[in-house]
C-alpha cells in the first residue's frame, strides 16, 4: 500500500468516525424512553445518535464514573509519553446533546414490564422506567481463571486492561523498577478486548526501557501462536528494539497456570518466570450487569441480532460493544462506536414501528510500536449470508510491511489524530 492510499484510508476512517448517517426513520414515537446502560465507547455514541436522529426520544444515560478514562492511549500513560488527564473525558457534552446523565450503578431490571415498559434499578436506589434498554457494559476480569490472580494481586501484578487506577499502578511499577530489571505481560488467549493491545503496550514499554532503563528485559509471554498486526509489530521490534523484547508463543511455554505476586513469579505449563513487573492481562467476559440480567450466554459473552443488536435471550434489551460476539469485528473503541450508532438507528426505527434498516459497520485500529513508529488494520463489515457480521471483502488492510520510516510517521500522527476525533465525536 502506498502513502497516498494510506491517506485516503485515514480520510475514510476519519470521516466515518462523525455522524453516523442513514435515513432517518420517518415517524419515531413521541414520547418514546430509552435508557443505556454505560457511557463508554458503546453506550454514550448509540444514546448521542439516538438524540441526533430521534430528538423526540427521551434518552437517559446511566454511569457510574464522573470522568470516562479511555482505554485507548492509556499505553502511553503507562511509558510515561501522555498524562492521565490527557485520556480522561467527563460527561457534560453528552448532557449539553440532551442526554439526561445519571451518575449511578444499574444493578438489575425487569424488562418485561408490560405496557408500561420496563424498570432499571440503581445501586442507590433509584428506578429508570424504559420501552427500550441497551446495555453497554464493557468488560469484567476473570479472577477466577488464574491460580493466585485474585483482585488483590492485580494491585501488585496490575492488568491495567480497565484504565484509571490500574493504569497508574502499571505505570508507577515501571516507574520504581531498576535499569537491569525484567518486566514481563502475560496475554491472554482469544476473545478479549483490544486484539492488538497487548502488542502495542509491548512497543511503548520497550521504548521506555529503551530509553530509560536500557539494560532491562521484556518478556511477552502469549496465550497464542499468532497474533493481531503479527508481522508488523515482529518487524518493528526487531528493527527498533532489538533482543530488548521477547515474544514467547503458548506453543514455546504453554498456557499460565498461576502467579505468585509475593514472588513476581509467573508459572506456564513448561516454564517459571519471575519479573520484577508483572502486567498480567487475564481472560475476561462481558461486563457483571450482563451476566446480572441473564444476557450472557456460555463463556460469559452475550449473542444478539447483528442487524438491531437485540439480545437472543432477553427481548427488549440490546447489547453493545466488548460485552457481545460480533461476528468478524474486534473488541475496539472504533468497533463499539459504529455498533451504537448503528444500534440507534435501529432503535429509532423499531420504536417508530419499522423495521431496521440493515447496517454496515467500520473499524480501524492504529497502534504505536514507538512514539513515531504506527501501523494499523482497518476494515469494512456488514451481515453477510451466515446471518453473522462479516467482513467485506477488498475493503480493508493492514500497513504495507517494509514501508519507509515516513509512512510510519504519518501512521502514527493519523493514531493521534483518529483519538481526538472519535473522543470529541462522543464525549466531546
Ligand atoms: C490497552 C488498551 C488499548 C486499547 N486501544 C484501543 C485503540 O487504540 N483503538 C480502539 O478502537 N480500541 C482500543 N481498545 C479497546 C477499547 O478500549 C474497548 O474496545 C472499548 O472501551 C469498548 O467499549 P465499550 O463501550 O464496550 O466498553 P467501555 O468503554 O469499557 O465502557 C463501559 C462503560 O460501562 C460502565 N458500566 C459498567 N457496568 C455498569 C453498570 N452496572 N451501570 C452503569 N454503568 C456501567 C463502565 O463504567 C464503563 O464506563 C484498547 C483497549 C485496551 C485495554
Request: hydrophobic residues 40%.
Given at each position: 500500500m502506498t502513502a497516498t492510499a494510506l491517506t485516503r484510508r485515514h480520510l475514510i476512517g476519519t470521516a466515518l468516525a462523525a455522524p453516523f448517517v442513514l435515513g432517518r426513520p420517518a415517524a419515531a414515537a413521541a414520547g418514546a424512553r430509552v435508557a443505556v446502560v454505560g457511557a463508554g465507547f458503546a453506550g454514550a455514541s448509540c444514546a448521542r445518535a439516538l438524540r441526533r436522529i430521534a430528538p423526540e426520544i427521551a434518552v437517559t444515560l446511566i454511569e457510574p464514573e464522573a470522568r470516562i478514562v479511555t482505554c485507548p492511549f492509556s499505553n502511553l500513560v503507562i511509558a510515561g509519553m501522555a498524562e492521565i488527564d490527557s485520556i480522561s473525558h467527563g460527561l457534560d457534552g453528552l448532557r449539553a446533546a440532551g442526554i439526561e446523565v445519571i451518575e449511578d450503578r444499574a444493578v438489575g431490571a425487569d424488562p418485561a414490564g408490560g405496557a408500561a415498559g420496563g424498570t432499571l434499578a440503581l445501586a442507590g436506589g433509584g428506578q429508570v422506567g424504559f420501552d427500550r434498554l441497551v446495555v453497554a457494559p464493557g468488560i469484567d476480569l476473570r479472577f477466577d481463571a488464574i491460580a493466585g490472580y485474585d483482585e488483590a494481586a492485580s494491585a501488585i501484578m496490575p492488568h491495567a486492561w480497565k484504565a484509571g487506577a490500574q493504569t497508574l499502578i502499571l505505570r508507577d511499577r515501571l516507574e520504581a523498577m531498576p535499569d537491569g530489571g525484567t518486566v514481563a505481560i502475560a496475554v491472554p488467549a482469544n476473545p478479549y478486548r483490544?486484539?492488538?493491545?497487548?502488542?502495542?503496550?509491548?512497543?511503548?514499554?520497550?521504548?521506555?526501557?529503551?530509553?530509560?532503563?536500557?539494560?532491562?528485559?521484556?518478556?511477552?509471554?502469549?496465550?497464542?501462536d499468532s497474533f493481531s498486526k503479527q508481522g508488523l509489530f515482529l518487524d518493528g521490534w526487531a528493527e527498533l528494539y532489538?533482543?530488548?523484547?521477547?515474544?514467547?508463543?503458548?506453543?514455546?511455554?504453554?498456557?499460565?497456570?498461576?502467579?505468585?505476586?509475593?514472588?513476581?513469579?509467573?508459572?506456564?505449563?513448561?516454564?517459571?518466570?519471575?519479573?520484577?513487573?508483572?502486567?498480567?492481562?487475564?481472560?475476561?467476559?462481558?461486563?457483571?450487569?450482563?451476566?446480572?440480567?441473564?444476557?450472557?450466554?456460555?463463556?460469559?459473552?452475550?449473542?444478539?441480532?447483528?442487524?438491531?443488536?437485540?439480545?437472543?435471550?432477553?427481548?427488549?434489551?440490546?447489547?453493545?460493544?466488548?460485552?457481545?460476539?460480533?461476528?468478524?469485528?474486534?473488541?475496539s473503541g472504533f468497533a463499539a462506536s459504529s455498533q451504537g450508532k448503528a444500534c440507534a438507528?435501529?432503535?429509532?426505527?423499531?420504536?417508530?414501528?419499522?423495521?431496521?434498516?440493515?447496517?454496515?459497520?467500520?473499524?480501524?485500529?492504529?497502534?504505536?510500536?514507538?512514539?513515531?513508529?504506527?501501523?494499523?488494520?482497518?476494515?469494512?463489515?456488514?451481515?453477510?449470508?451466515?446471518?453473522?457480521?462479516?467482513?467485506?471483502?477488498?475493503?480493508?488492510?493492514?500497513?504495507?510491511?517494509?514501508?519507509?520510516p515516513e509512512v510510519r510517521r504519518d501512521e502514527a500522527r493519523y493514531a493521534r489524530g483518529w483519538y481526538a476525533s472519535i473522543t470529541a465525536d462522543i464525549w466531546g
Open positions: 483490544c486484539p492488538p493491545g497487548p502488542y502495542e503496550r509491548a512497543s511503548l514499554i520497550a521504548h521506555y526501557l529503551k530509553t530509560r532503563k536500557p539494560r532491562s528485559k521484556l518478556l511477552v509471554i502469549d496465550g497464542k532489538g533482543p530488548l523484547v521477547e515474544w514467547i508463543p503458548v506453543s514455546q511455554a504453554g498456557s499460565l497456570l498461576g502467579v505468585d505476586p509475593a514472588k513476581g513469579e509467573i508459572v506456564t505449563e513448561f516454564s517459571r518466570f519471575v519479573a520484577d513487573v508483572a502486567n498480567i492481562i487475564p481472560p475476561q467476559r462481558a461486563g457483571a450487569l450482563a451476566q446480572t440480567l441473564g444476557l450472557a450466554g456460555e463463556g460469559g459473552w452475550c449473542s444478539v441480532d447483528p442487524q438491531s443488536f437485540e439480545s437472543l435471550l432477553v427481548p427488549g434489551v440490546h447489547v453493545l460493544g466488548d460485552a457481545i460476539v460480533a461476528g468478524a469485528m474486534p473488541k438507528h435501529a432503535l429509532a426505527a423499531l420504536l417508530g414501528g419499522q423495521a431496521p434498516q440493515a447496517p454496515s459497520f467500520i473499524n480501524t485500529c492504529y497502534s504505536l510500536v514507538g512514539p513515531e513508529y504506527g501501523i494499523s488494520v482497518a476494515d469494512v463489515f456488514r451481515v453477510g449470508g451466515s446471518g453473522k457480521i462479516e467482513a467485506v471483502e477488498g475493503a480493508g488492510g493492514t500497513s504495507p510491511r517494509g514501508a519507509a
